[in-house]
Nanobody
Framework: QVQLVESGGGSVQAGGSLRLSCAVS????????IGWFRQAPGKERESVAT????????SYADSLKGRFTISMDNAKNTVYLQMNSLKPEDTAVYYC????????????WGQGTQVTVSS
């Protein structure tokens, strides 16, 4: 089992920044990648960014490149999502998930953290 706990959400005005954290524990040796996702009210969950557990290779949703940055601290088993120039449309619950292989589904999820951006 892999456990994930998100933190760092909150309320911010448009143009502001937040840094989300995803603490990973348990069978971390089985993790291939950690992804950040978000789900706004009435919308489907969408992928934000992904980082491989070994190597730290990153990928982003095209619409978020340049504003969001995913990174990790291996010593702390923590993955971060730095969000800059936030817009009201970034308002959502942000989740981190873990998958065990290149083509595996995300099998483990955190509880989510709310991000609210006001105009």
């Amino acid at each position: 089992q892999v456990q994930l706990v998100e933190s760092g959400g909150g309320s911010v005005q448009a143009g502001g920044s937040l840094r989300l954290s995803c603490a990973v524990s348990g069978r971390t040796f089985s993790v291939y990648a950690i992804g950040w996702f978000r789900q706004a009210p009435g919308k489907e969950r969408e992928s934000v960014a992904t980082i491989t557990w070994r190597g730290g290779f990153t990928s982003y949703a095209d619409s978020l490149k340049g504003r969001f940055t995913i990174s990790m601290d291996n010593a702390k088993n923590t993955v971060y999502l730095q969000m800059n120039s936030l817009k009201p449309e970034d308002t959502a619950v942000y989740y981190c998930g873990a998958r065990n292989g290149v083509t595996s589904q995300y099998a483990y999820w955190g509880q989510g953290t709310q991000v609210t951006v006001s105009s």
